[in-house]
């Protein structure tokens, strides 16, 4: 059973710190996705990692996938009140392209403005 | 920007009751999927399915479980005889073969009462 760990469960941090969510398994993954969920609503795409060592940016958000593809990090510069939300990972198997995704535990991130 | 969407948002239900939630996928996309979310847990694979059959399920979706295209644009997800337990947040999904990324519609709340 693939099982990823995402830490910290909650993060509260002020305006215009930097941040890092971990996210971290013992199982390697083709991919990495990283979702972004509001309340009541389902999981928005941020960003595909594929490549062991791939770092992907968009805009204040930076991705990484671990060499060996078993972990993942995301780094936010400068939070924003915006950037409020569940953070999910989730990777997929070696079925690229059709395989199920297993989704981490979520971080759930609040900026205080 | 294209999107799947799902009805209904949310169904109440008595124990035992049929239920039926509906799924518009991605046009373009060939992979499509199941996923459902207990409140405060983790996002949980239910079942892929590719080319008119299930690709791959999970534990979770046994025989009370079903899903059909029936018509080349909606994709539904049957439970038969629903249970308490079957009280949650029911994702649909759609990918393409290209990037293993998938796209969430925004969920049917499901109230087994």
């Known amino acids: 059973t693939q099982l990823l760990e995402q830490s910290p469960q909650f993060l509260s941090i002020q305006e215009g710190e930097n941040l890092t969510v971990y996210c971290n398994s013992s199982?390697?993954?083709?991919?990495l996705q990283w979702y972004r969920q509001e309340p009541g609503e389902g999981p928005v795409l941020l960003v595909t990692v594929v490549t062991g060592g791939e770092v992907k940016k968009l805009k204040r958000l930076t991705f990484q996938f671990g060499d060996a593809r078993k972990d993942s990090s995301l780094h936010i510069t400068a939070a924003q009140p915006g950037d409020t939300g569940l953070y999910l990972c989730?990777?997929?198997?070696?079925?690229?392209?059709?395989?199920?995704?297993?989704f981490g535990t979520g971080t759930r991130l609040t900026i205080i403005p | 920007e294209p999107e799947v969407t799902q009805t209904p948002s949310h169904q109440v239900t008595q124990m035992g009751q049929e239920v039926i939630l509906r799924c518009v996928p991605i046009?373009?996309?060939?992979?499509f999927y199941w996923y459902r979310q207990i409140l405060g847990q983790k996002v949980e694979f239910l079942v892929s399915f590719y080319n008119n059959e299930i690709s791959e399920k999970s534990e979770i979706f046994d025989d009370q479980f079903s899903v059909e295209r029936p018509d080349g644009s909606n994709f539904t997800l049957k439970i038969r005889s629903t249970k308490l337990e079957d009280s949650a947040m029911y994702f649909c999904?759609?990918?393409?073969?290209?990037?293993?990324?998938?796209?969430f519609g925004e969920g049917s709340r499901l109230t087994v009462l």
């Open positions: 199982s390697v993954f083709s991919s």
């Open positions: 999904a759609s990918g393409t073969t290209n990037t293993g990324e998938l796209f």
């Open positions: 046009s373009n996309h060939l992979y």
């Open positions: 989730a990777g997929a198997g070696t079925n690229f392209g059709n395989e199920k995704l297993t």
